[in-house]
């Protein structure tokens, strides 16, 4: 089972540490405060990072990684809407068949 937990501000008085512990894989866009490094990834010993679309990742708890996300410079929907109306009927012809 999994769970997606978006948090505008970060804080451990907002999220359990038993919740906090049995995250795996930990996102996180900008440079997070001492408080926010330390409740995400466990540790303050994080890599800087610049720019618009930049942040950090953690998966399985490991060392936090820094990373930029693509920038479209194009019409982002009409890069990514044959995408979505692929995998529109990629699944309407898997839910017809069952």
């Given at each position: 089972m999994?769970i997606?937990?978006i ?5 451990a ?10 995250l ?6 900008g440079n ?19 720019g ?7 998966i ?8 930029e996300?693509p920038r479209?410079?194009?019409?982002v929907?009409?890069?990514i809407?044959?995408?979505w ?6 699944y309407n012809?898997?839910v017809?068949?069952k």
């Amino acid at each position: 089972m999994g769970i997606l937990i978006i948090m505008q501000q970060p804080r451990a008085d907002s999220l359990s540490s038993n919740i906090r512990e049995q995250l795996q894989n930990c996102i996180f866009l900008g440079n997070p405060s001492k408080e926010s490094a330390g409740m995400m990834f466990g540790t303050t010993d994080v890599p800087q990072v610049n720019g618009k679309g930049a942040g950090m990742y953690s998966i399985e708890r490991s060392a936090p990684t820094s990373f930029e996300s693509p920038r479209f410079e194009a019409n982002v929907f009409e890069t990514i809407l044959p995408v979505w109306e692929h995998v529109a009927h990629s699944y309407n012809k898997n839910v017809q068949t069952k």
